[in-house]
Every structure is written in structure tokens, then in C-alpha cells.
């Protein structure tokens, strides 16, 4: 069911877009810093700016992850050898050190 609900979306969402485009079919004239173009469709401008967007969103939340992976990493490398110093601690012989009723260690 789930499935198919997916694909009704897509189906609906493909019609739409086709629309977008048939109704922003006017030409216009864009002029970059460097570059000018004549005569592109207005669709294909909002499409190229919501593509650059989407990658541009994409690698800058690829980057936050990696980032944050990193830094859960240093922390379960810093949690192991503060687990790995208790431990040792922990088996250390609790009377190693105090001194008995006769001052003999």
C-alpha cells in the first residue's frame, strides 16, 4: 500500500512539475559577472537554481555529518581509556598502601 502511495506521489509530482514548466516558457536574458546568456527559458533558470541549491544543501549537511562524526569518534576514543584507567584502578589491591595496626605496610 505504501508503495503505491509513493508512486501516486511521484505520478502527481511529475505532472506538476511538466506544468511549472509549460506555464514558465517565456525567454529572458540573464547576465552573469562574467557571462551572458540570451534567451533562456525562465523554467530552466528556476530549475538550475533549485538543483544548484539542493547539491550545495547536500554537501554542506554531508559535511556537518562527517564533522560530527569525528568528533563522536574522539569522544568514544577518550571514553574507552578513561573506561580502560578505571578499570585499572578498580584492580589495584585496596590495602596495597594503608599501613596495619603494627605500622607494617
Keep these: ?17 511538466l506544468y511549472f514548466l509549460h506555464l514558465n516558457d517565456a525567454k529572458v536574458d540573464v547576465d552573469l559577472i562574467y557571462k551572458s546568456f540570451t534567451s533562456i527559458p525562465v523554467s530552466i533558470i528556476i530549475l538550475g537554481s533549485i538543483g544548484f541549491g539542493v547539491i550545495l544543501g547536500y554537501l554542506l549537511s554531508a559535511f556537518s555529518i562527517f564533522s560530527a562524526k569525528t568528533k563522536i569518534r574522539k569522544v568514544q576514543n577518550k571514553n574507552l581509556i578513561l573506561v580502560k584507567e578505571l578499570n585499572s584502578l578498580r584492580n589495584i589491591a585496596v590495602d596495597e598502601n594503608i599501613p596495619s595496626e603494627d605500622g607494617v605496610k
Design 1 to 17: 500500500m505504501l508503495k503505491l502511495l509513493k508512486t501516486f506521489i511521484s505520478i502527481v509530482s511529475i505532472f506538476f512539475i
